[in-house]
Structure formats: C-alpha cells, structure tokens
C-alpha cells in the first residue's frame, strides 16, 4: 500500500480519478482542499502523520502518471535503501540557490503539456530501472519513506516555492539517500514561475544552509563492470597509438589496454613521434613486459600520416583500433566493441567507446552535428560536437547509431579503413575522423557508439589554444564542411532541426560551396 497527498484550491475528482486508475487500487489518496489557509509545508507535516502507510508519495494536482506508478515505486524502496525518490533533481547547488545552475548537474525527465503545448525537459538520459543519486529535488512529485527520513517540511518556508529543496537536501545532509527514478513517467500540465514569492524563499533557503553552499555530490562514471563473455570469434586487433614522451601516461594507457580490455587477441603498435632516448629506453623496458608490442619511430608527428603509415607499412591484423596515448580503459571496452563488430560485419563502420574526462564529465558519446546560427546575418552553419559533453548523466549505455566516432579510440575493419584510402592528409589539426566516419557512411556503413565501452581520456578540459592553433583549426572545419552539407546521410544525425528544414538549407548552402569550387 502507498499513500498519496496533494493540495488543491477546490475539490479535484479528476485528479483522484487518474490517480485510482493508473495505480493498483491499492492507494489511499489524501486530498488537501486549501484556499491558502495552510502552508503547503504544513498540510505535508500534517499527512506524514495521518497517512496511514509508510510509503508517501507528494506531488501536484495537476500532473498525468504512468500506469502503474504505484507498484514501481514500492518496488524501488524495497529494493534500495533511498528515502526520498523523485522527477528531476540535482547533484549540485550553489550559493544562489538555483538548482538548475550547472545543467552538467541535473538528473531526470519531466514532460510538460501546458495550454495545449508539449516539449520534454530532459535533465539526463533515461536510466529505466536505475536510480541516480541526488541532493535535492523538484517538488512536482516526490516519495518518501517515513521510516528512513530524518527531517520534517520546515513550516516557516510559505508558499509554493522551495519547500521541496529543503526539505530534501535537509534531508540529504542527515544522510538520508535522495534520488531520482525514471521507470515512472510524468507529465505537468502547468510551468513554474520565478515570481517575487520565489525570490524571497530563495534567499531564505541560501540564508538557512550558508554553511552548506556551495555543495555537491561527486558523481561516479555509471558503467557494467561485470565482464561480458570472450568473444566466440576473435578477430585479431591491432591498436595504434601514436605518441611522444610522458611514457607514465603511455604505459597507464597500454597497461589497461591488457588488464582491462577484456580481450585476448591484440598487438599493439606504439608510434614514437620524437621521445628521447631515455624515453623510448623506459618504453622498452616498462611496456614490452606485455606481449605483442612493437615500438615504431618517426621523425615528424601528423595523426592522419603517421595512422596511415602504420596501418599501410605493419599491421596485418583484421581489426584496427586507433588509441591516443592518453586513453585509459575501464572495462572490458575491446571485447564488447569486437562483440558489435562480429555481429555487424557486413554493416559496421566505425565503432566508438563513451570517454570519460578525468573528472568523470562526459567527453565522447558519439559525434553530433547540428545547425548554429550567426547573430549578425542570422545565417545557419553546420556546427560539430560531442554528445553529452561535459555533463554527467547525458550519455547511452547501449549501442547507437551516431554520425560517428572519434578516433581517440575507435575501431574499424582493415579492409574497410583500406577501401576509404585511410585518414585524410589535408589535415592540420583535427576533422580527419570526421571525415572518415562520413565516408563510412556513404559506403552505406552505420557507425556504432558502444556506450557500455567506458574508458578514461585525459585530454585537457581547459586546454588553451594558440592563436595559431585556432586558425587551423578553422581551416579544417572549412574543409570538412562540404562533406558534411554534400552527404544527405549526415542528415539523419543532426539534432536540432525538422528534416524538411534541414534539407533545405544544407541544400542551399551545397549549391553556395559548389559555386567557390567552380
């Protein structure tokens, strides 16, 4: 059994009614007429004490449920030891007491429908049965176990407005587990407002916890760590990574490669781009304890020339994967990437892993494309990205097409790599996989992201780029440009615009880059 509250203006059968209907019928629904005789807090302290279950669910008259929404959060309670769930929250508050600040934060899914107008605002993926832990959330609807809270609604907040956060994150502070659940789906029929009412609370819930803001929850990488089974058919794997000194970071690199790739069948190729002697020495002696290693020397660095040389001068193995030197794997990243592959041959382009900065912000889940546009001329422009960068919780966990993969770790079929003619040199700076994930699909190739693949890339966050950098930088875009608005299969994977619309502007834009090339 479960109870659930609510607070409404006037008696609301239609809300009772959708709440008998999408439960189990074995709900017992407590019903708050209040024309604002009572704080919201109040009423709430007032049904901790007369519900009559140890289960109590909180929320708005005015939101749809899911069927069953009832047994799934029972379920939830006995099955973890949260004692509060809820839509949508955060891991991080800061002195401003806005928790919707740092949007890399927020966790949940909330639909809106409101005035006939309909959109999703999705804080995160959708984790189906799994919990993210929290320290706050969103009073739209909460449950809460009265045997595992700590904290009571604090009644000297008034109003409709931060009630919710703090009594949550009170809570949180008292180690109570907070957390936000996904398996049962809400719809709001109405929007919140940032009105006078909510300043004032706002400044009395940063007043109340001063000593606790700013405040945040270190969020782990989200992965399976449980091994998945070898492979039955296992490809050979030849793993090229370019590199130059800080032999640590390599060898970090090569020896997660072997004692978490999960895979026995590799070779791996490291091409030296100018280490010392003393470098290249350590790289003998600390890395060719594994089997399999061959070190390869060249006088000059370019990603594309050096991966084609290796590829074109060494490698005989089926499988390419190319590594950068400052990649570090989690789990068996390989063995689940060879798993797609041997289940796609024939369809398969590239295969990508979900990479991870140093401080567990997502870095890569798949290549995004999408349409920006210019303040002064209004002019929309293809712009590139990575998805779900920088955020915690935006990422898949399964495989997915994507337009592709970067090649900071990214695996492919020799003979395919071959038949495109491998990276192009055009190339200063960067684009390079870009470009070869689009020739992959226009040899009518999909590009997978394996994003139960998880592995570490310690590329710099904050890295400052030079002036010059910069420049080339912008001359590789301009080179991946008509690739990207000539393919018609690219538009299947930007994000942001209709289809219709889409086509005809790049249409537009092809025939413009056709004119400069004449």
Known sequence: MISVVYSTREPNQEHKKHLEQTSSGNVEIIEYV??????????????????????????????????????????????????????????????SGQWWKDKSKMVGIVKHNPDGKSWDSKYSNNFGKDIIQTIMLDG?????????????????????????????????????????????????????????????????????????????????????????????????????????????????????LYEKGGYPNIRVYIADTGSTDEEKERIRKELFIHESIELIEYDYYN??????????????????????????????????MVNTYNQNKKSVGTIGARLHFKDNKIQHSGISVFLNQQPQTKAYFPALT???????????????????????????????????????????????????????????????????????????????????KQKREGKDYMKIMPYIIQNKKTYNYFSNVKTNVLTQILEQQAREFNKTLK
Request: net charge negative; hydrophobic share 35%.
């Open 303 to 336: 990603f594309a020339s050096i991966n084609n040389s290796v590829v074109r001068d060494y490698v005989s193995e089926e499988l390419i994967l190319f590594c950068n030197n400052d990649i570090k794997l989690v789990n068996d990243a390989i063995s689940r």
């Open 140 to 256: 739209l609807l909460f449950a809460v176990h009265k045997d595992r809270i700590k904290k009571k609604f604090n009644e000297d907040i008034k109003g409709f407005h931060f009630y919710d956060f703090d009594f949550t994150f009170g809570n949180h502070l008292e180690d109570v587990k907070v957390g936000v659940m996904f398996d049962v789906k809400i719809t709001h029929k109405s929007v919140g407002q940032t009105n006078e009412q909510w300043d004032k609370n706002r400044l009395q819930f940063c007043d109340l916890y001063a000593d606790h803001l700013p405040h945040n929850l270190p969020v782990n990488i989200r992965y399976n760590s449980r091994p998945i089974k070898p492979p039955k058919k296992q490809p050979s794997v030849a793993v090229i990574i370019p590199t130059k000194g800080n032999v640590d970071m390599l060898k970090e690199c090569v020896d997660s």
């Open 34 to 95: 209040n024309n604002g005789q009572y704080s919201l807090t109040e009423l709430y302290n007032r049904a901790l004490k007369e519900a009559k279950n140890s289960i109590v669910v909180f929320c708005h008259d005015d939101i749809i449920l899911s069927k069953g929404w009832d047994n799934k959060i029972i379920k939830h309670f006995n099955d973890t030891d949260y004692g509060i769930l809820g839509m949508a929250g955060t891991t991080d508050i800061d002195e």
């Open 386 to 468: 990575h998805h779900g960068i920088n955020s915690y919780h935006t990422y898949y966990d399964c495989k997915k097409e994507v337009l592709g993969n970067t090649a900071a770790f990214m695996l492919m079929s020799k003979t395919l790599f071959n038949s495109i003619g491998g990276f192009s040199e055009e190339y200063n700076e960067c684009f390079e996989d870009v470009q070869l994930n689009i020739d992959c699909l226009q040899r009518g190739k999909k590009n997978i992201l394996q994003g139960d693949a998880v592995c570490y890339h310690y590329e710099s966050q904050t890295r400052n780029k030079s002036e010059d």
